[in-house]
Nanobody, 120 residues
Framework: QVQLVESGGGLVQPGGSLRLSCAAS????????MGWYRQAPGKQREAVAG???????NYADSAKGRFTISRDNAKNTVYLQMDSLKPEDTAVYYC??????????????WGQGTQVTVSS
């Protein structure tokens, strides 16, 4: 059984920073791409940032220059450093990963989500 567990969300003032973490555990042989998505109330889930196994990254336009995605392959963990946060960044943030499990089966997994609220 594979599980993704996020942490690091919370309440922060505009202009502040937060660092999200997402750790994968279970029967894992390897992890391909990992990423962060978010869903604000009344809106569809949207991609925020992604990172390949070798460290190549991509960002949504809204995240460029403010957010940084990184990963630690030894710890099966992906991070999202969020700086210069804005009220419009308020959302539930979800971690996503493509994981190679036992018998080389590849599955797409989601975390449970962590709330980020940017407000004064």
């Amino acid at each position: 059984q594979v599980q993704l567990v996020e942490s690091g969300g919370g309440l922060v003032q505009p202009g502040g920073s937060l660092r999200l973490s997402c750790a994968a555990s279970g029967s894992i042989l390897g992890i391909n791409a990992m990423g962060w998505y978010r869903q604000a109330p009344g809106k569809q889930r949207e991609a925020v940032a992604g990172i390949t196994r070798d460290g190549s990254t991509n960002y949504a336009d809204s995240a460029k220059g403010r957010f940084t995605i990184s990963r630690d392959n030894a710890k099966n963990t992906v991070y999202l450093q969020m700086d210069s946060l804005k009220p419009e960044d308020t959302a539930v943030y979800y971690c996503n990963a493509e994981i190679i499990g036992t018998r080389l089966r590849i599955g797409n997994y989601w975390g449970q989500g962590t709330q980020v609220t940017v407000s004064s």
